[in-house]
């Protein structure tokens, strides 16, 4: 122990502190738990004191770990040790939750902030505990009672730090410094049409599990088989031969199987009265598995997915994907979304749309939402942040690509809803580009076969200024085809939509992904008159035109249910720090489109 007070570090112990974290190499969590919100857990959410470090003091620079450096410039106390930082006496953010839309201070931080709080917690025998992370926005570094525990990249997925070994009884502490800084190498890299909301902005809870605990599984339809559940439940710290359990009681289906060398065991059973999961019958069933003195049950839905020629099948049915995008944005209050309500009232804008599908850009969004999506019947496309220009050929951006890529299929991968997943949005092609994603595609496989694989793109190759020809060359490793278009809003007379044609060489489904226009909520004008609802509502008639005319057309997710934050998007009186391409303003207004595309779906549905 270097000095640590209950409630917070002194800065001399800061300052060792802090010289010991820069010699330590804490690393990235090796344990992912799967189902967390159907476990045991307690709620380290509430009020976290926090310390703005804008020059990252704290941390120190990992090349040049000089701590002397801060210690020298500080204000030494008469006869005590230096006092410039004490979390005690630091005002508090709520967790969860962005720091920017908390203190009118931090609206525009981009940085470094440290969070502490207090817990109590009494340690048991045979029990391992982990502080589980829905998201960190962007790099988290974690201290529980002055260890390094773990340290996490991405902005947008759930980690877990074991923290068995440093827990004592009565009263510990967690410090966490969150750091969003925009960097080329990162994952996104430095530019994106949304706010970069910083700091500890999903769940935060302490996980107790047994010593052999269930930290993964799978159980799904494989394409194309509809009567045959398989997958498997793996566990850490067990035997070799280790018994599980795995039941479907209102099916009366009861398996065991024995875990193999490397902690899996694997099922595959006929399930021949399965209700499948679809938009109309989104049922779940109640799945449990047993390990040892470990349970962990989840709701699931057991559907298939698949393309055939040009056409998306759920259950084996052709399906027209009525969706709309979706950012992470709160409805009514702005800032980072999290809760089960956000999620409620987002999806549910979406349901009242007709829709069927949502894409949640650019980002895997919360795990509140693909749970409501089960409950609610919506498909969805959830992706990563490979958005615009990245670091192709940087090997530490492919990693924390994949990175998050593995987390979001990790979390996600026994959620019906969840159809797609998506390599990246609106990269401008080039070869390094399309390998690095071409790479991305086959990781993706590799860890689910039986989802589709797609990408938003959007670099137009147009044959003549009239036709799209998708011949974008990362179609290739990919089973749908998304393209994002703004005719009628960055280019081009909305009358002029209707005259555009697509051409299909690759021969796959195409979902159009993106399409949309600025619209003011309460701002009534003509219909030329931009960012008037009527311009909004007209650009998505003429689309529709466009969009009855393309026999491949699989689905659309136009661009985007509710006005979301961006810092590209000033325009005074207007914009006012927000994209306006909502059918629904940010504070929960619905504009002339959201009704327009209301009846275009409602025909669809027939
Ligand atoms: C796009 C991007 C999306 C932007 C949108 C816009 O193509 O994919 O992130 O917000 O356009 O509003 O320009």
Not at 230 to 247: C, D, N, W
Not at 374 to 383: A, F, K, P, Q
Not at 579 to 587: A, E, F, I, T
Request: net charge negative; aromatic share 12%.
């Amino acid at each position: 122990m270097v000095g640590m007070r209950k409630s917070g570090l002194t800065t001399a112990s800061l300052v060792i502190f802090l010289a010991s974290v820069t010699s330590l190499k804490a690393q990235q969590p090796t344990t992912l738990l799967v189902d967390v919100d159907h476990r045991q857990q307690t709620s380290l959410d509430g009020s976290w004191h926090y310390i703005v470090d804008p020059y990252k003091n704290g941390l120190g620079d990992p090349d040049k770990p000089n701590l002397n450096g801060y210690a020298k410039n500080g204000h030494p106390v008469p006869g005590g040790p230096l006092q410039e930082y004490d979390f005690a006496q630091s005002p508090t953010l709520q967790v969860p939750g962005d720091w920017n839309s908390q203190k009118p201070e931090l609206f525009f931080y981009e940085g470094t902030l440290w969070y502490q709080r207090d817990f109590d917690y009494q340690p048991k025998p045979h029990t391992r505990v982990f502080l589980h992370f829905g998201a960190v926005n962007y790099a988290a570094h974690v201290f529980v009672n002055d260890n390094y525990v773990c340290r996490h990249e991405g902005g947008f997925t759930p980690f877990d730090c074991e923290i068995t070994s440093v827990l004592k009884p009565g009263s510990n502490f967690a410090v966490i410094a969150a750091d969003n800084q925009r960097q080329v190498e990162r994952v996104p890299g430095i530019k994106s049409d949304w706010w970069n909301y910083g700091g500890i902005t999903r769940e935060v809870s302490l996980v107790e599990v047994p010593d052999s605990f269930i930290d993964d599984y799978s159980l799904q339809l494989q394409k194309g088989i509809e009567d045959k559940l398989s997958g498997y439940v793996h566990l850490v710290g067990a035997a070799t031969g280790e018994k599980v359990t795995l039941r479907i009681p209102e099916l009366k289906i009861e398996q065991t199987a024995e875990t193999d060398i490397s902690g899996k065991a694997a099922f595959s059973f006929a399930a021949t009265d399965l209700h499948r999961w679809s938009p109309d019958a989104p049922k779940l069933y109640s799945v449990e598995m047993h390990a040892g003195s470990d349970v962990l049950k989840d709701d699931v839905g057991f559907r298939t997915v698949e393309v055939q020629g040009e056409k998306v099948l759920l259950n084996g049915m052709p399906l027209f994907l009525r969706g709309i995008c979706i950012q992470g944005e709160a409805p009514y209050r702005s800032g980072r979304a999290w809760s089960e309500q956000d999620a409620e009232t987002l999806l549910g804008w979406a349901h009242e749309l007709n829709a069927n599908f949502v894409r949640l850009a650019h980002y895997p969004h919360d795990e509140h939402m693909t749970r409501v999506a089960d409950r609610l019947g919506i498909l969805v496309w959830s992706e990563i942040p490979v958005y615009w220009g990245n670091a192709w050929t940087n090997p530490h951006t492919f990693d924390v690509a994949s990175q998050q890529l593995h987390e979001m299929i990790r979390r996600d991968s026994n959620k019906a809803s969840v159809i797609m997943w998506s390599m990246s949005n609106e990269t401008p092609i080039s070869p390094e580009r399309t390998e690095f994603i071409g790479k991305l595609a086959g990781l993706a496989r590799q860890q689910d076969s039986t989802r589709l694989i797609t990408s938003a793109v959007v670099i137009p190759h147009h044959a003549d200024d009239k036709t799209i020809v998708m011949n974008d060359p990362l179609g290739q490793y990919l089973d749908v085809l998304g393209y994002n278009e703004y005719f009628g809003w960055y280019g081009g007379k909305p009358s002029e939509i209707p005259q555009i044609k697509w051409e299909n060489p690759m021969h796959k489904p195409l979902i159009v992904s993106e399409f949309g226009a600025g619209a003011k909520a309460g701002l009534h004008k003509d219909a030329d008159y931009r960012f008037s609802e009527e311009y909004q509502a007209n650009v998505f008639e003429q689309q529709f035109q466009m969009l009855n005319n393309i026999p491949f057309l699989a689905g659309m997710t136009p661009w985007l249910l509710m006005d979301f934050r961006s810092p590209m998007r000033q325009l005074p009186g207007i914009q006012d720090y927000y994209n306006r391409k909502g059918l629904v303003s940010d504070k929960g207004e619905k504009k002339k489109a959201f009704s327009v595309l209301q009846e275009y779906y409602e025909q669809k549905a027939k």
